[in-house]
């Protein structure tokens, strides 16, 4: 086996192993906030069956070229970690999600699962709350 496909096998199960890890991450922050297997499609904006399949093979197929999806799975997870941060039990975490707040208008839950700014919307205003020491 030459150099050049042992790199390339090892870029392989490289992105495998990464594929899986935020695979996992999802899972674990939809378990951990309450989130339905609908909310989770919606947010990261595929099909119901999509994300069954993903839960049951424990990976994403083509994550790495999917842009999108990568950057929607990357605000999610870190949305949980500020969650995590601030709040030690999962109740909280999902009292939070899904409470509506005057300063965003509606629950956060609603916001994320409207579009890729929602996200960014509900993650910035966590980076802000966090920032300030609320």
């Not at 960014?120 to 980076?127: C, E, G, N, S, W």
Request: proline share 2%; net charge positive.
């Amino acid at each position: 086996m030459s150099v050049k496909s042992k790199q390339a096998m090892s870029d392989a199960e490289r992105a495998e192993k990464q594929n899986r890890a935020v695979c996992r991450a999802i899972f674990v922050t939809r378990q951990d906030l309450g989130l339905k297997t609908v909310d989770l499609a919606k947010i990261l904006d595929v099909n119901v069956r999509t994300i069954n399949r993903w839960e049951n093979e424990e990976l994403i197929p083509g994550l790495d070229e999917k842009r999108h999806l990568r950057e929607a799975a990357s605000h999610l997870i870190a949305i949980f970690r500020s969650l995590a941060a601030m709040f030690s039990s999962a109740q909280d975490r999902e009292a939070w999600i899904k409470t509506a707040h005057p300063e965003l208008v509606d629950a956060p839950l609603e916001i994320m699962k409207g579009s890729m700014e929602g996200l960014i919307q509900v993650r910035r205003y966590l980076d802000y709350v966090r920032g300030r020491g609320a």
